[in-house]
């Protein structure tokens, strides 16, 4: 692999790798990674349900290990449908900062990088 460890192109072929060892390319159609990705983001929040806030204070460690884990399966189902639907996330995401910033403008004063 030719990409930056920390990039979401490493990620997308470490998922094209996995499932290709395991014959799962034909079940990892875009609906079923969206289905699969809004499982995951329930259960995210189901260390969450219950408390006040949410903020650290409130979780343990197996709560924190949870929502690691939770937050990984949630990123890597998005990276995978991202792949299949043939969207770049980066250049995604900087378009959508971009449009929100135009939708949502900062207030007089206010400094954004």
Known sequence: MNTPPDSLAHLRALTRQFAQDRDWAPFHTPKNLAMALSVEVAELVEHFQWLPTGVDAE??????LGIRHELADVLLYLVQLADQAGVDLHAAALEKIALNAVKYPPPPGAVYP
Request: without cysteine; proline residues 0%.
């Open 59 to 64: 979780l343990d460690d197996a709560a924190r």
